[in-house]
T-cell receptor, first 116, second 111 residues
Framework: DAGVIQSPRHEVTEMGQEVTLRCKPISGHDYLFWYRQTMMRGLELLIY????????DSGMPEDRFSAKMPNASFSTLKIQPSEPRDSAVYFCASSLAKGLLNTEAFFGQGTRLTVV | GESVGLHLPTLSVQEGDNSIINCAYS??????FIWYKQESGKGPQFIID?????DKRQGQRVTVLLNKTVKHLSLQIAATQPGDSAVYFC??????????FGGGTRVLVKP
C-alpha cells in the first residue's frame, strides 16, 4: 500500500480564495483524521470520520472550514474563504479499529498551505 | 511538516547515549498511547504504542513507560543515533478513537 496520500503537497493562494485539500486513506482503514500543524499550536485535531461519517468536528475552527468523506477512499477539507491565519501544514491520517482495540494512525506527508 | 516552534522543548544528547523523552497526558480515560517521530518535511511516523493495561513495552531500541497514577508517559531511546534527530510527540486515545497529541519535544543528537 502506498500509505495515506495527500494532495497537493504545497498550496499558495490569495486571501479570500477557496482551498480544497484532498486525502486518500489507506485501503481498508475505517477512521480518517484531519489535523492542522502550526508553530504556535502544534498538532490540532480538526475532525475525524468513522466509516465515512463525521464523528467529532469540535476542532474545526470556524464555519469557513468544512470536511467531507463521500466514500471510504476519499476525503476533502475545504476552506472558504481562506485567510492568512489559515497558513499551516494540514495532515490527513487513517487508522483501523480492530474491534475494541485501538491501533496507530498512519499519516500522510501533509499539505503546506500558505495564504497570502 | 513544520513541527518546530519557538516554545518546543529541546533535548540535546550525545550520539551513543540514551535519550528519555517525557510526556504528561491529560485524560484519565485515555486507554491507548502512541509515540510518533516527525522529521522535517514529513508527517508523524509511528514508533511504538502501549495500552493502558500495561506499564512498559519494548521495541527495537525504544521503550515506552506508562504511569497511570500520575498520567505520565516516557519514551526511552537506547544508543541514540544521528537519525534519531527529530521531533517526538506523544498521543493519547480516549473513547471514540479520538487521537490527541502533546506539544512535542525536539531531540538533537550531537556527533
Amino acid at each position: 500500500d502506498a500509505g495515506v496520500i495527500q494532495s497537493p503537497r504545497h498550496e499558495v493562494t490569495e486571501m479570500g480564495q477557496e482551498v480544497t485539500l484532498r486525502c486518500k486513506p489507506i485501503s481498508g482503514h475505517d477512521y480518517l483524521f484531519w489535523y492542522r500543524q502550526t508553530m504556535m499550536r502544534g498538532l490540532e485535531l480538526l475532525i475525524y470520520f468513522n466509516n465515512n461519517v463525521p464523528i467529532d468536528d469540535s476542532g474545526m475552527p470556524e464555519d469557513r472550514f468544512s470536511a467531507k468523506m463521500p466514500n471510504a477512499s476519499f476525503s476533502t477539507l475545504k476552506i472558504q474563504p481562506s485567510e492568512p491565519r489559515d497558513s499551516a501544514v494540514y495532515f490527513c491520517a487513517s487508522s483501523l479499529a480492530k474491534g475494541l482495540l485501538n491501533t496507530e494512525a498512519f499519516f500522510g506527508q501533509g499539505t503546506r498551505l500558505t495564504v497570502v | 511538516g513544520e513541527s518546530v516552534g519557538l516554545h518546543l522543548p529541546t533535548l540535546s544528547v550525545q550520539e551513543g547515549d540514551n535519550s528519555i523523552i517525557n510526556c504528561a497526558y491529560s485524560n484519565s480515560a485515555s486507554d491507548y498511547f502512541i509515540w510518533y517521530k516527525q522529521e522535517s518535511g514529513k508527517g508523524p511516523q509511528f514508533i511504538i504504542d502501549i495500552r493502558s493495561n500495561m506499564d512498559k513495552r519494548q521495541g527495537q531500541r525504544v521503550t515506552v513507560l506508562l504511569n497511570k497514577t500520575v498520567k505520565h508517559l516516557s519514551l526511552q531511546i537506547a544508543a541514540t543515533q544521528p537519525g534519531d534527530s527529530a521531533v517526538y510527540f506523544c498521543a493519547e486515545k480516549a473513547a471514540g478513537n479520538k487521537l490527541t497529541f502533546g506539544g512535542g519535544t525536539r531531540v538533537l543528537v550531537k556527533p
